[in-house]
């Protein structure tokens, strides 16, 4: 089965530091846009950071200037480096691509910040 696949997250202290990475599972997507997205508990599915095919990013405000999102192509990953990272940052972090295809989406990865 086509999906992404997610890995990276973990328990970090507020003002740590997490880099997440996605592959991919039979899925080509060396000419798509794509997105990290977060769910946190009780809430819907959001877009926290995209980057675009031609490699130009784009973040959500609550997260631009703490989080990067990056790509490389010739090792089929996306990745997002998170800093200084907050409770409200707390979810399950999902990539796909922009807009996402909905049988592509994984298991997601936990992150939880917490002291």
């Known amino acids: 089965q086509a999906q992404f696949v997610e890995s990276g997250g973990g328990l970090v202290q507020p003002g740590g530091s997490l880099n997440l990475s996605c592959a991919a599972s039979?899925?080509?997507?060396?000419?798509?846009?794509m997105g990290w997205y977060r769910q946190a508990p009780g809430r819907q599915r959001e877009s926290v950071a995209v980057?675009?095919?031609?490699?130009?990013?784009s973040y959500i405000i609550s997260v631009k200037g703490r989080f990067v999102v990056s790509r490389d192509r010739a090792k089929s990953r996306v990745y997002l480096q998170m800093n200084s990272l907050n409770p409200k940052d707390t979810a399950v972090y999902y990539c796909?691509?922009?807009?996402?295809?909905?049988?592509?989406w994984g298991q997601g990865t936990q992150v939880t910040v917490s002291s």
């Open positions: 796909n691509k922009v807009p996402p295809v909905e049988a592509y």
């Open positions: 039979g899925i080509d997507f060396s000419l798509d846009t």
């Open positions: 980057v675009h095919y031609g490699g130009g990013t």
